[in-house]
Structures are given as C-alpha cells and as structure tokens.
C-alpha cells in the first residue's frame, strides 16, 4: 500500500497533476487526494487550479463540471462508470421536452446531473447553496428544479415556494430508514440526527440539522455535542473522525441491513490502484462535446458568481 501510494504522489509531481476527492470516497483516495470536499467546493477547486491534470476521485458529473470550467486541462476520473443514479434519472432529452413544455420557467438544476441537462439550465446549484440561489430569484418567479424531488421540496418548504420539481432521486439518500433511526435515538437519545437533503422528508423531519455533507461536516466539528447519526453516504464519517477524534459518529442504517446501501455503489468504485493507473495512462479522460460545453458552462459560471 505505502509503495502504491508513494508511486502515485511520484507520477503527481512529474505530471503537474492535483488530485481532488470527494466526501464520499474511501477514505485511503480522501487521505491521498490534494483537495477533500464536497460538489460545490470541488467545482470552485478544480475553476482555480494551476494544475495541469485535474484526477477527479468522485463520480462523472463531478469530471465533466471540473472539464467544463477548464477545457484546456486534461480532466481524468479513476474508474469511468462511476455514474450517479439520480444524474442517471434525468435523462437529457425528457428534461429539455419538460422544459420546453414550461416556457417562461427558470431553470434550476442540481449539481448531480449530465453536461446535456445543464445546458437547458439557467443556473446549477448544489446542496450547499440551493437555498440561496432560489432565494436569489423574486418570490414570485416561475422555477422549475431538478432533478432531485427530495432536496426540491425541501428547499420549497424552507424558502415557502411551489417550485416545480422533477421526479428524480439518488438510491443511496432514498433508503434510509425512519424506523430504524429511531431505535437509534431511542438507544443513544442524546445524538444530534444530522441528514443531507436528498434523504426522503420523512428522515428530514426526525433531523436536527439538514445540510450538505460540508454543512454536516462543520456542524459536528464546531458542535459542543457528542454524538452524532449521521443519514448520507457513510463516506463522511471520515473526515467527521478524523476532525474530531473524540466524538462519535454513527451512520444512519439503511433499510436492507443485509447491505451496505449507505455506501454509494459509484463512488466507491474508485481504488488506489485505478487511481495509479489512470495518472500512468492518462486515462480515463472526460470529454464533453464543445456545442454542449459552451451552453453549459454558463449556468455552472452563474452558480460559482452567487456563491463566491
Ligand atoms: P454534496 O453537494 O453535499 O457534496 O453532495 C453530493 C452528492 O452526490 C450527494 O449525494
Ligand atoms: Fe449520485 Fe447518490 Fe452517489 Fe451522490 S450518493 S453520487 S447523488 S448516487
């Protein structure tokens, strides 16, 4: 493992490349990578790199939004089917037919979702500024959001708007259990339930705080309490560990105890290994067709301007 590591920090050097990983990776491509964080921060890191490389560790949305913020750089992504099922429930040609079917409606959409979707968006967010890209819009505007239904509607219940969403979700947030998050709070009652907002508004209603996995992150870490459960993508806890050695956190169950369904199947995808071999061969590389990149890069600019 240390030879694996030491000769992935060697090929970084010699290549000018910068490693950036999500929350959600394994915690070896969290510990290796130059720049840990979550969409909005890997997005606003990858606009301002001197690098000549960027290795996205996250999934392929995350890749295609780092090439299209930099098209000169080679962008490259340790395993190539590291996809996204609520990208994947946004398919760009029903999107823009919707779209088409609401003239007068701005067009909002999620980070998580294909080069070809926010190129019929006006402005992309991510969970840690929808609320303020919305609240940037008057009360009145006509905003049509996708492609998460759950992060929609709670963003329509804290900002009182009747956005109209699209009915997608992400597998991973969808199946965490109300029931079995209670037998937890029963058994450690002073935990603080922390949940990301894509989970269902069942799970956010028993949350005592709701917010990205940034959000969620810096609560714990400046939180004079504990305990913590934790409903997102167990990869977090990482991070939550390691900035707060002496609290305990304790990740949401998903329904099907049987599996590890609060792991993201597509993220974890990426190893060690895949990730040397992808700096050795310089692939897999993100491409995006330039007519695509051209529409899309606008509304990813937009987000970056409001959220500076
Ligand atoms: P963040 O915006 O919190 O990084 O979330 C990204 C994601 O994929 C959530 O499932
Ligand atoms: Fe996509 Fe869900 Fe995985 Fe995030 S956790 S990358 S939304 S499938």
Redesign the pocket.
Known sequence: MNELIKAINELKKEKNAAILG?Y?QKGEIQDIADFVGDSLALAQWAAKTEADIIVMC??H??GETAKILCPEKKVLVPDMN??????DSCPADKFAQFVKEHPGYTVISYV?TTAAVKAVTDVVVTSTNAKQIVESFPKDEKIIFGP?RNLGNYINSITNRQMLLWDGA????EQFSVEKILELKTKYPDAIILAHP?CKSTVLKLADVVGSTAALLKYAVNSSEQRFIVA??SGILHEMQKKCPEKTFIPAPPNDSTCACNE????RLNTLEKLYECLKNESPEILVDKEVADKAVRPIRRMLEISE
Do not use: P, R
Request: aromatic share 12%; proline share 0%.
């Open positions: 999500h959600y996250g999934v949305f995350m590291a996809g996204c099922s609520l990208a998580n998460d992400c597998h991973v947030h894509e997102t993508e993201c199947s597509f993220m």
